[in-house]
């Protein structure tokens, strides 16, 4: 569900209800955060917000830690992004999952949690993977498994892709219907576009997603505020998000 505001709202910490929970109070001086790896950068006006009223300080880091090396957020992480990127593809093309057949392309725990969701959802799930571990658990999962060269056939009626495990593999390589739900998703906006949020690629036609970060200028998402939220919490938690103790899994779990 979206928010009806276009920026980021006051009252910042109950839109944020993990991170509050992990705050004991807003902190009078800029407490500086910074994360690495690739996630975007958080947006000028949430940054801006973070700061006026949570006291915190966030910066992208390239040398930082990436949060999705944490077992603990990457959970979280993977299924809010396989639920915003599967209600954006429905949404922005009017297709209709369950009964169809997606790819997905690549590997991580974004494919696995696409997987279950699809299948929920009552579509037939292809995975395009060429890690032999993946192959292994996404077989005895009884999801058909394909080669990643495979995405250049266009067999099935719409392919996602993940972000990782496809190095040789451009957009404009994967036939038909494509939805990149990488982290930073690519840029098509130089394509055609025959239609809102679809661009034509050589083979087909890309979706655009949206960024699994609130950006500045357009309404934030449930999705986005949850992965903010979750993003933020792993950022000040004692301990980091993967304490034994459990903190930061409790605080996130709904």
């Not at 915190?56 to 396989?82: I, Q």
């Not at 266009?154 to 990488?182: F, K, R």
């Amino acid at each position: 569900m979206s928010s009806t505001h276009p920026a980021p709202p006051h009252g910042l910490a109950d839109a944020l209800p993990a991170t509050r929970r992990l705050l004991a109070a807003p902190s009078p001086s800029a407490r500086p955060l910074s994360y690495g790896g690739s996630l975007p950068a958080l947006s000028p006006g949430w940054r801006s917000a973070l700061r006026d009223e949570l006291g915190l300080e966030v910066a992208y880091d390239e040398n930082a830690v990436d949060p999705l090396s944490s077992r603990v957020f990457d959970v979280v992480y993977s299924r809010l992004r396989a639920e915003q990127v599967v209600l954006a593809l429905s949404a922005r093309t009017n297709l209709t999952l369950a009964g169809s057949t997606v790819r997905i392309v690549g590997d991580s725990s974004l494919a696995t949690a696409l997987t279950a969701l699809l299948r929920r959802l009552g579509a037939s799930v292809v995975r395009s993977t060429d890690d032999p571990v993946e192959r292994l658990t996404a077989t005895l999962d009884g999801v058909r498994v394909e080669d990643v060269a495979a995405a250049t056939s266009g067999s099935t009626h719409s392919a996602i892709l993940t972000g990782v495990g496809y190095d040789a593999l451009g957009i404009d390589d994967v036939a038909g219907l494509v939805a990149d739900a990488s982290p930073r998703p690519a840029d098509a906006s130089p394509a055609a576009s025959p239609r809102p949020f679809v661009r034509t690629t050589s083979k087909g036609s890309l979706v655009e997603m949206p960024s699994p970060l609130p950006v500045d200028g357009a309404a934030p998402t449930s999705a986005q505020r949850r992965i903010l939220d979750a993003l933020i919490a792993a950022l000040v938690v004692d301990g980091g998000p993967d304490d034994p103790r459990g903190v930061y899994a409790r605080a996130v779990t709904p």
